[in-house]
Every structure is written in C-alpha cells, then in structure tokens.
T-cell receptor, first 116, second 112 residues
C-alpha cells in the first residue's frame, strides 16, 4: 500500500480565489507528478518533478504552478481559480526499481475541484 | 496521434471473462502497466509486464503482450461486480522525460 496523500479531497470555491492543493508522500520518492483528469476520464500530465528544486511542465498546458522544496511535498497552486479549472487533480510519486529501470507510479486519492 | 490507445467502454456479465485491449506506438517501451481506478479514487497498480515477456498471470489477471503488433491486453477471469472500474494501460520508456504515458482508459461495467 502506497503512502501518498492529497488534501483536500473535495473543494468548492468561487472564481478568483487562490487555492493550493496539497500532496505528500512518505516513501522518499524523488519523482512526483500532477495529473488533471477530465470528465472523459483521460489523464493529462500537467507538472512533474525529479527532485527537490526541480519542476517541469507536463504535456497539458496549465495555469497552475508547483513547488518542490521538500522531497515529501509537491503542492499545486492556482493563483486565481476559474470554472475552466474544474476537474479532478491526481498526484503521484515514483521511484525506479531494479537495474532495468522499472518505475511504478503510486497515486493519491485525488482532489475533486469545483470552481463556481 | 495518441501514444497509447484504448477502447472507451466494455460491458460484460458477472462470471464472464473480460478482455481490455491497448495499443501503443513506441517500440522503445520497456514496461507496460495496467492501473485500475474505482469511482472517486486514485489509480491503483494492478500489474505490469516487461517488454521481453509475452504473458504474465497473477490470480484472475492475465496480461498478454504482442510486441510485434504493439498490442497489450488484460484478461480478467470470472469478472465480478467489484471489478467495475476504469482501467488504464500505461507504458514507460527506456529513457525519457517522464516515467509513464497513459491511455485514455476503458470503463468496464459488470452486469449482475
């Protein structure tokens, strides 16, 4: 069982508010990821990090920002929430195992965001 | 086009076998994974297969890999209502900017 947590699980907020979605893992994984999952189920990578002070944008352009000051935390921030940001946000972490580079991503339970 | 493709929906009766299919385009993929997502939850790793294997079995789950056709399948034997979920296949590459590329997910509905 993976130890990766996301808070809040559900958030309803008005347009223009600043929000931070928290993600933390206790496994010491170097790599962490944020995915946005739209109602059609598809996962889109929006941010990832290979370690402390390392952040990169993913495949899908996002107005959110991330930071990685500590290995265990990878918070995602929206400075000014809009209805178009309504989605589910999934955080994951991974570590390479073995010599062949197998990586397993462990997912948090997700944050379901609704912006009114 | 998409790197990893899946059909969107599959419906089976309880007790039947389910086969969920996935195709990928990158021949350098090293590992291929199946994840399960239940309603309102994150993704849970079900199983994985290394690219030099043809088949892997784990209890009710059988993964078949046809590397020539870049086709991956997940067979669930004796499907139960608790298997109803969205199933994602994913690939990882030998070297790349990120670990996994996910398919769009297949929604499995199991009818009693």
């Amino acid at each position: 069982e993976a130890d990766i947590y996301q808070t809040p699980r559900y958030l309803v907020i008005g347009t223009g508010k600043k929000i931070t979605l928290e993600c933390s893992q206790t496994m010491g994984h170097d790599k962490m990821y944020w995915y946005q999952q739209d109602p059609g189920m598809e996962l889109h990578l929006i941010h990832y990090s290979y370690g402390v002070n390392s952040t990169e944008k993913g495949d899908l352009s996002s107005e959110s920002t991330v930071s990685r000051i500590r290995t265990e935390h990878f918070p995602l921030t929206l400075e000014s929430a809009r209805p178009s940001h309504t989605s589910q946000y999934l955080c994951a972490s991974s570590v390479a195992t073995g010599t062949s580079g197998r990586e397993t991503q462990y997912f948090g339970p997700g944050t379901r965001l609704l912006v009114l | 086009g998409e790197d990893v493709e899946q059909s969107l929906f599959l419906s089976v009766r309880e007790g039947d076998s389910s086969v969920i299919n996935c195709t990928y385009t990158d021949s350098s993929s090293t590992y291929l994974y199946w994840y399960k997502q239940e309603p309102g939850a994150g993704l849970q790793l079900l199983t994985y297969i290394f690219s030099n294997m043809d088949m892997k079995q784990d209890q009710r789950l059988t993964v078949l890999l046809n590397k020539k056709d870049k086709h991956l399948s997940l067979r669930i034997a004796d499907t139960q209502t608790g298997d109803s979920a969205i199933y994602f296949c994913a690939e990882s590459k030998r070297a790349g900017r990120r670990a996994l590329t996910f398919g769009s997910g297949t929604r499995l509905q199991v009818q009693p």
